[in-house]
């Protein structure tokens, strides 16, 4: 195995995007760039300089119609990726994984190993009430913290506040058994249905409400140019 450039990674990492794009048009699911991958398509056409991943979002329902798909195999067009999600040993987020099992990623605070990857985010429905927005984010931020520090790597960190945390979050989270807070965690971000709640929103994030968006507005689609390339995103970028 041999270490690849910064562009070779990236080029791998678009060929991910354009399988998985063709498998959501094949399939009539709607993914949207998001995040720091729309933000490089409107600021740059392309990746942020400093960036070395990319993200897209659908919404909860076609992301389990992903999902499924994606669980009885991606077929021999596309023999090289694998689905990482929350039912794959060692991997415990609400969020899924495209990965291309041609290679393989060291990382440097996480314990997992896996190929480069594509990251799936669902989104999910929000209480319309203000202040049971707030309880909802809030316990879902929780959560978060503590599936972040499942597969900490606590031999590369320093011992700090932030490491005594995480050492006690991987505790209680493995005390409960890991797979069965996999299971909580996702049951929780599910609780409000997307198609019957007028907000949604990433759950796995950590700006709180400010990341309710307007289910209605949010949703429009609109193409940008990534790297010389077209796909589908907010309208709505801002």
């Known amino acids: 195995m041999r270490l690849m450039s910064q562009e070779e990674c990236r080029n791998v990492q678009m060929n991910i995007l354009d399988d998985v794009a063709a498998i959501c048009k094949e399939h009539n699911l709607q993914y949207y760039l998001a995040f720091g991958s729309l933000l490089g398509a409107v600021r740059h056409k392309g990746y942020i300089p400093w960036d070395d991943d990319i993200d897209i979002c659908m919404i909860r329902e076609d992301y389990e119609k992903f999902i499924s798909i994606a669980k009885q195999g991606f077929g021999e067009k596309y023999k090289h990726l694998s689905l990482i999600d929350n039912t794959t040993d060692g991997y415990y987020n609400p969020f899924a994984k495209v990965v291309d099992n041609r290679t393989e990623v060291e990382m440097e605070r996480h314990t ?35 599936a972040l520090a499942t597969d900490a790597n606590f031999s590369s960190a320093k011992i700090n506040f932030t490491w005594l945390y995480k050492r006690i979050f991987n505790f209680l989270a493995r005390a409960m058994g890991l797979k069965r807070f996999a299971n909580l965690h996702e049951t929780v971000f599910k609780h409000f249905k997307a198609k019957d709640s007028d907000y949604i929103a990433n759950l796995f994030t950590n700006n709180g409400t400010r990341s309710v968006m307007d289910k209605e507005r949010l949703l429009k689609v609109a193409l940008y140019t990534f790297e010389k390339r077209q796909y589908a995103g907010y309208a709505d970028y801002d």
């Not at 997992?112 to 931020?141: E, N, Q, R, Y």
Request: with cysteine; net charge positive; glycine share 6%.
């Open 112 to 146: 997992a190993k896996h190929g480069l990857w594509l990251d799936i985010f669902p989104l999910d429905g929000v209480p319309s009430s203000p202040t049971k927005a707030k309880i909802h984010m809030t316990l879902c931020a929780f959560l978060r913290v503590v």
